[in-house]
């Protein structure tokens, strides 16, 4: 039987499964151009994402399932592999993000992430902008969403 741990802060021995986390869920946006080559990935992920962001995982039993990096303000990944999807690591990672960033957080999502962007709207996060996607390496339209505490203003 398999326990739930919780989210824990991620070591740089996790980089490994954090990328194919990482590629593993992209691989199903068929919409996303291929810009980078799997290497190039996991050698971002070791040597910039993690280093430089706060960065969270969760899984059953300590696996590294899913993860989030957060930067200041803003919730710059969420990923979750695709046989973890639905089983509540994802609420777990977004419900901690929010309590690291008490006084709010905002994201962008792919506009075409139609499953991502009702997930984020059902844990609180609102519409902010909808962009043409001239702000991301990908050049695809994209959603601004904004999450903020009860009580503060957007």
């Known amino acids: 039987m398999r326990q739930t741990?919780?989210?824990?802060?991620?070591?740089?021995?996790?980089?490994?499964?954090?990328?194919?986390?990482?590629?593993?869920?992209?691989?199903?946006?068929?919409?996303?151009?291929?810009?980078?080559?799997?290497?190039?990935?996991?050698?971002?992920?070791?040597?910039?994402?993690i280093p430089d962001n706060e960065v969270w995982v969760d899984g059953p039993d300590g696996e590294v399932a899913a993860f989030a990096a957060l930067g200041d303000g803003w919730l710059d990944h969420?990923?979750?592999a695709p046989e973890a999807q639905g089983r509540g690591v994802g609420a777990a990672l977004l419900a901690l993000a929010k309590e690291r960033r008490p006084d709010g957080l905002d994201l962008h999502?792919?506009?075409?992430?139609?499953?991502?962007?009702?997930?984020?709207?059902r844990h609180g996060f609102a519409l902010v902008e909808l962009g043409d996607g001239g702000g991301n390496e990908e050049n695809l339209p994209d959603a601004r969403y904004r999450w903020r505490p009860a009580g503060r203003n957007a």
């Open 5 to 49: 741990v919780g989210p824990r802060r991620a070591r740089p021995e996790d980089a490994e499964r954090i990328a194919e986390v990482f590629l593993a869920a992209r691989a199903g946006m068929t919409y996303l151009p291929g810009l980078h080559t799997d290497e190039e990935t996991r050698h971002w992920i070791a040597h910039v994402m």
């Open 109 to 121: 999502v792919f506009q075409e992430n139609t499953g991502a962007r009702r997930f984020y709207e």
């Open 78 to 80: 969420l990923y979750v």
